[in-house]
């Protein structure tokens, strides 16, 4: 019996959970064509991403995949920033003219719907998932006072308030197609922390050491990515089944994760080495089927253990019961 129970313990601590199984990731640079800075934000399934970028003629909002890039400008004299995307292409983000409150919109199939504040102050879209369900924040009032709300959109034009019980204010980012959302709060003790709402119940996301914490992208799997301040430096991080995991591009002095989808794949930006921001996508490295194949066999052989132990303990059953038989 306790050798089954070391070869069981020694399995389930090496076998990974269906999702974890990276051990480390691969960085990939994303670069606008011409541009002094690419900035990354949202990637659906497809490995579609948007965001954003410095270039000589202006600011420049855009969508790419597999180094193909295709802007996405608004009508009129303003800049388009597209923060979020879902697996149908529907993208979401803000529009500004310098001058008036900035207002959000929804991209899809090459037409723009604005998304405004219903009191026409300044509103913030930041992500969709694949039933159309949109949040952001934006700024309400109360008699003389301002504040900071976020919001659930839904696709018939129904504003929701989220709304973190005892914060000064709270943002919304991201959410997923269970209706998870992910963004940040103040409490009233002051203090940023990240959240996640999920069946009407609010959960903290605080990354260790963190003075602050915000929680970005959320996929369907659960799986958090976001930035947390340390005091020193700004960091990143996924947050998966209650463990935080670093996410640093190599030889970047910042790093800052945005998306996530559902094969694990994170979007964000990073300042390189030699000075200035790229987008980049960091792709999870599976562990070696070698280390696979060894944990399975580990889980075989305490299941054949467990199988022969029973079957001894039957054997030395029936003896008893003979032996109990033959002394009546």
Same mark, same amino acid.
């Given at each position: 019996?306790?050798v089954?129970?070391?070869?069981? #313990?020694?399995?389930?601590? #090496?076998?990974?959970?269906p999702d ?11 670069n606008?064509?011409g541009a ?5 934000r ?7 991403v948007?965001?954003g ?5 202006g600011v420049q909002?855009?969508v ?5 890039f295709s802007p ?5 004299p ?12 529907q993208i ?5 003219d ?7 919109f929804l991209?899809s199939g090459?037409t ?5 504040n219903?009191?026409?102050r ?6 969709i ?8 924040a934006l ?5 003389t006072f301002?504040f900071?709300q ?5 696709p018939?034009?129904t ?6 019980p005892?914060?000064?204010f709270?943002e919304?980012?991201g ?5 998870q959302?992910?963004g940040?709060?103040?409490?009233t003790?002051g203090g940023?922390?990240g959240?996640l ?14 003075l602050?914490?915000?929680a970005?992208?959320i996929n369907?799997s ?17 947050y998966n089944n ?7 591009v190599?030889?970047?002095h #910042?790093?800052?994760?945005f ?6 794949q ?5 300042y ?12 999870p490295v599976?562990l070696?089927t070698?280390? #696979?194949?060894?944990?399975s066999g580990l889980?075989?052989l305490?299941?054949?253990t467990?199988?022969r ?20």
């Open positions: 019996m306790k089954f129970i070391i070869i069981m #313990l020694f399995a389930m601590m #090496l076998a990974p959970s974890v199984l990276a051990l480390e990731y691969t960085y990939a640079p994303i606008f064509p002094v800075t690419t900035g990354l949202g990637i659906n399934n497809a490995g579609q948007v965001g970028a410095d270039t000589p003629s909002g855009f790419g995949s597999g180094g193909t996405i400008a608004a009508p009129g303003v800049v388009t920033a597209p923060i979020g995307i879902n697996n149908a292409g979401v983000g803000g529009i500004s310098g001058t008036n409150p900035s207002q959000g991209y090459g723009f719907t604005p998304i405004n219903p009191e026409g300044y509103i913030q879209v930041t992500g998932n694949d039933s159309g369900y949109v949040v952001g700024e309400r009032t109360s008699g301002l900071h976020g919001f659930l959109l839904s018939d034009g504003f929701t308030f989220i709304e973190v005892d914060s000064v709270t919304a980012i959410i997923n197609n269970a209706g959302i992910v940040r709060f103040r409490g003790s940023e922390r959240f709402y999920s069946e009407g119940t609010y959960s903290p996301i605080v990354a260790p050491g963190a602050v914490t915000q970005s992208g369907n659960g799986q958090i990515v976001g930035t947390f301040y340390d005091g020193v430096q700004e960091r990143s991080y996924l209650s463990i935080f995991t670093t996410i640093a190599p030889d970047s #910042l790093t800052l994760a998306g996530i989808n559902d094969a694990g994170i979007s964000g930006s990073y390189g080495a030699t000075g200035g921001y790229h987008g980049f996508i960091a792709s599976p070696p070698s280390l #696979l194949l060894f944990t889980l075989g305490g299941s054949l467990m199988r132990m029973r079957w001894g303990e039957k054997v030395m059953w029936n003896k008893n019961q003979r032996y109990k038989a033959s002394s009546i």
